[in-house]
């Protein structure tokens, strides 16, 4: 399963809290969610973790997740898992993609933030057969190599739903091949309902494209299930982007080549670049641009400009958003010392 965080290691030059990553703990928790759709018991069967489920093992997750302003979850943990290691903590990560939630509002509007706890119970239904555990392994998470654009999901909208500025979302339930592309997709739930969102997802699941599988993974059955969110602000020309997931990025070595002679000369250790730059096909950065450095005048813009074609941003987000085409800020922070560190040999015995 996979669990893209934007989370790069200090040795790089580049930490999370730089890159705008809240912890989900830092949110104000919501006690009472008013919740619009939640899992069904096919959805349980379906994530069950195979090993439990052939021993017809029962269990519990509870896991925290952060509410985006459409109501989707994200930045999901496991808190809490029972029986512990019986694979039911990724089970109900799995299923996030079901939850939609009534996100908070500020000034009419939807917002992000808040915090919510979600406790998810795996038990079997009685008298159930050994049917039951001819399940799918069910992805989620997929770090898209390749997926629709803010134009193509503008072509999909829903004419109706486009001429009377109404959004909405649906989730996807796909088989996702070896190759990983995405076939007999199903719409799992629309909301809102009988507006065509599930619909227009579908024509859009064919420009989808994950990593391949390989090994034993190739060989076993296998679905995906994911967001596609349709943002009435798309129809004002407005191109809201969610919390991407970088998926690539520049290595010490790079990081190090890069320093500003000028800044070691100076003996200038730290510095913090913004960049904005256009995400172009396959998460690609193109037309980066320094909007921000701290110190100036040693040319760290510049320096971290050079490093733009090694990034990569996953082509959609959590959100169910698309990336390619919009502008995303990328804030990198440079610590000289932390590179010497990264790049010094192990010490040996």
Partial sequence: MWRCEMRWVLALGVS?????????????????????????????????????LEKRLE???????????????????VLEETPAGSGFGGAALSLTPQFLMKPATQ?????????????IQFDLPSGVGAQYTKVARVITNVPWIDAPSFDDV???????AAERGVGGRATLSCTYTPAGR?????????QPELQGFAAAAMR??????????????????????????FAPETLKGVRTV????WTGRP?????????????????VNQARVVLRCKVEAQGRLGGCRPESEEPAGYGFGQAAASLAPTFRVSAWTAEGLPTVGSEVAAPIRYDLQALAAASAPAARP
């Fill in 16 to 52: 999370a809290a730089a890159l705008g990553v809240v912890s989900a703990f830092a949110q104000p928790s919501i006690v009472d969610p008013t919740w619009l759709r939640r899992p069904g018991p096919n959805d349980l069967r379906a994530a069950w973790p195979k090993g439990a």
């Fill in 59 to 77: 269990g519990r997750a509870l896991i925290g997740c952060v509410v985006t302003a459409q109501g989707t979850l994200t930045q999901c943990q």
């Fill in 107 to 119: 000034d009419g509007r939807p917002v992000e933030g808040g915090r919510v706890r979600i406790p």
């Fill in 154 to 160: 503008l072509a999909a909208y829903p004419k109706g």
């Fill in 251 to 267: 290595t010490v070595e790079q990081f190090r080549a890069s320093y500003p002679d000028a800044a070691i000369k100076a003996g």
């Fill in 242 to 245: 969610g919390k991407p997931s």
């Fill in 182 to 190: 995405l076939r007999d997709c199903r719409g799992a739930n629309e």
């Fill in 204 to 229: 859009l699941a064919p420009k989808f494209r994950g990593p391949p599988l390989e090994g034993d993974n190739a060989r076993q059955p296998t679905r995906t299930e994911f967001v596609v969110a």
